[in-house]
């Protein structure tokens, strides 16, 4: 029986001897590695911090402690040790185990996440409310360092640094965001790390605790504990002065694979109070078999085999939107010289690493700091550049105040790039692209497109080069391509604020379908053709500013627009159209079809989309039903 077998909470981790905690990493280690190679997932973060979540749960006591995991996707040890092992299989499924850390997950979620550095204020507020309420629980934040270099992990640290209440932080560095990590923080951290005191401060450390560990562990010892601990890092304290000088007490840096040495030391650093900080040292993707590659290994498929990390079964899909982007773009700026791309720590996942191999000094990964990256691009704009801010929809919801404030007030050429928009799978509902439709058109100066095919991908980048002032934005999925796209010089700029009818039918019915929709309502299309609807079918590219040609056509030959696109419903195109429809012709009604007015939860997408209605099916039923309920104008 493995030592994990035993493990049904934290509380059975108490009794466990120093050998038995170590093989229980190794169990949590192996059974990680065996579950993710059938579910996919984030296995490299989790595989770093097996050891670190192990002592966390020895020295704490979740959930009366309330462990804050920031981004949440390394919390799978933390999801093993709290009772969901047998869960595990159903992770990023329908219905089974969120890929993050959830509250409704798990008492010993103490705080939702998915996106980055909301870790620090969130355990600061928890004191605050724990202070409050006279409680006298511990609150420790565990942060990574390619998180501790965004904005808000400032404005926690700042917040918390500057008062006394009752926090712990553990800076969690591997040298990785999900590339190799960058900027000023980083290179501080790895000075750090490098430091020759560094090797010093753990022997010395080591000793302490092993004289403490050898039958004095008694509660009572804890002070004479602290004193020496305290004596010690003051007389090697230069690593961490950056943090003193914000207000936290820094502790380490530490081994993060050193299960004793962590135990020893959070115990230690929870007798203390006000602001403290433990930096622990830990490698990323720590133990997978086809070797500790800590990008390559970030997140696995479903399906793959643990020994190389390679998918089992090749998919014989298109290349995906962000490939063809990456290369669109990469082709496009040989071109024009006054292309920039930025990205704000997701350089493969939004296909700019292919521009950081063709154009390195014209990339710019600026850290998980999307604000940042919005306004940056802003600056390199007034310098005559074409800055192209390649960003997933749901992290630029992080950049909105800089998009209108530094970029549309100023009539700033700034191409907004929107990978992962619209429903996003697995990836579950804190990384659903779904409002930024509603964001952008609420923007002024704002063009906002949607391609349906790579080909006008590349298309409407060459329509953005094209315009001389004012932002643009371009959204598309997460997904397969429908189609294999050339090369980007045989692709013209789709003609600026048109439409493409695809199918004119004599049906009362138009359908308006913007994005990913437009296969799928040509789909519906022919489907009703068969049952004798014959529905006209138009590909809205543009969002804003809209077809009005077109769309004059459109309400002279139909009563019923029906609007389908793949993000919510509230404020979205369809709504923006009938306000539009309202003035030029109020008898023809606007039906807005998109995704509902609440939480889309992990399923496959395919799945997501049958459940909206946003499939084929969906949006001939929602014709049907038109018709069926005489919701037609007369
Ligand atoms: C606001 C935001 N931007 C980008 C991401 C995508 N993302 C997920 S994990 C990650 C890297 C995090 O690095 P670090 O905090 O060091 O944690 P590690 O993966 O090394 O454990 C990034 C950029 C995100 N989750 N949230």
């Not at 870790?119 to 998180?147: E, M, P, Q, Y």
């Not at 917040?159 to 712990?168: E, H, L, V």
């Not at 039918?505 to 379908?513: K, T």
């Not at 209605?613 to 929602?622: F, S």
Request: hydrophobic share 45%; net charge negative.
């Amino acid at each position: 029986m493995t030592v994990l077998a035993r493990i049904n909470s934290p509380a059975d981790l108490k009794g466990l001897s120093s050998i038995e905690l170590k093989q229980l990493a190794d169990d949590v280690r192996e059974f990680l590695i065996e579950s993710c190679s059938n579910t996919g997932g984030h296995i490299g973060a989790g595989l770093g911090v097996v050891e670190l979540t192990i002592a966390l749960h020895y020295a704490f006591d979740a959930p009366r402690d309330q462990l804050v995991w920031d981004v949440g996707h390394q919390g799978y040890p933390h999801k093993v040790l709290t009772g969901r092992r047998d869960r595990m299989a159903t992770l990023r499924h329908e219905g089974g185990l969120s890929g993050f850390l959830k509250r409704s997950e798990s008492p010993y979620d103490a705080f939702g996440a998915g996106h980055a550095a909301t870790s620090i204020s969130a355990a600061l507020g928890i004191a605050a409310g724990r202070d409050l309420n006279h409680d006298d629980f511990k609150v420790v934040a565990i942060i990574g360092d390619g998180s501790m270099g965004s904005g808000l992990a400032y404005e926690g640290l700042n917040n918390a640094g500057a008062g006394d209440r009752d926090i712990i932080v553990v800076l969690n560095d591997n040298e990785m965001s999900i590339a190799p990590n960058v900027g000023a923080m980083h290179k501080y951290l790895t000075s750090v790390q490098r430091n020759p005191l560094y090797n010093r401060v753990r022997s010395s450390l080591g000793q302490i605790f092993e004289q403490h560990d050898k039958g004095k562990g008694a509660v009572h010892d804890i002070g004479a504990l602290i004193k020496r601990w305290e004596e010690s890092v003051k007389a090697f304290l230069t690593p961490g002065v950056l943090f003193e000088e914000l207000g936290f007490r820094y502790f380490g840096p530490i081994d993060g694979h050193d299960i004793d040495q962590m135990i020893g030391t959070f115990k230690a650093v929870r007798e203390f109070k006000g602001p403290r900080l433990v930096h622990v040292i830990t490698q990323k993707g720590k133990g997978f078999p086809a070797g500790e590659h800590g990008e390559k290994w970030h997140a696995l498929p479903p399906g793959h085999d643990p020994a190389t990390g390679k998918q089992l079964t090749a998919s014989r899909a298109n290349p995906n939107w962000t490939t063809v982007f990456g290369r669109g773009l990469t082709e496009l700026m040989e071109e024009d010289a006054r292309l920039v791309v930025i990205t704000a720590a997701m350089s493969s996942g939004t296909g700019a690493n292919l521009v950081q191999k063709a154009h390195p000094s014209r990339f710019f990964d600026v850290g998980i700091a999307e604000g940042h990256a919005v306004t940056f691009a802003a600056g390199m704009a007034t310098q005559g550049l074409r800055p192209v801010a390649a960003i997933y929809s749901t992290f630029l919801q992080r950049g909105f105040d800089n998009i209108v404030h530094d970029v549309a007030l100023q009539h700033l050429p700034v191409i907004f790039c929107l990978d992962r928009a619209g429903l996003v799978g697995e990836d579950g509902e804190t990384h659903a692209g779904l409002y930024d439709i509603a964001y952008m058109l609420a923007v002024p100066h704002m063009t906002v497109t949607a391609p349906s095919s790579g080909a006008e991908l590349v298309g409407l980048l060459r329509s953005a080069m094209a315009r001389g002032a004012d932002p643009f934005s371009i959204r598309y999925p997460r997904d397969a391509c429908p189609d294999v796209v050339g090369p980007a010089r045989e692709i013209a700029a789709v003609p600026y604020g048109t439409w493409e009818v695809l199918r004119r039918g004599n049906d009362e019915v138009a359908i308006l379908a913007v994005g990913t929709m437009v296969a799928q309502a040509a789909k519906a299309a022919e489907t009703l053709a068969v049952e004798g609807l014959d529905v006209t079918v138009v590909n809205c590219r543009f969002l804003k500013p809209i077809d009005q040609e077109t769309l004059a056509a459109l309400l002279h030959d139909h009563k019923t627009l029906l609007v389908v696109e793949e993000g919510t419903v509230v404020n979205g195109f369809g709504a923006y159209l009938a306000s539009l429809v309202e003035q030029m012709e109020p008898q023809v009604r606007v039906i807005a079809h998109g995704v509902p007015d609440r939480v889309v939860y992990a399923a496959s997408r395919a799945r997501q989309l049958s459940l909206c209605g946003l499939d084929a099916e969906g949006i001939a039923a929602k014709v049907r039903a038109l018709h069926d309920a005489g919701a037609l104008a007369g």
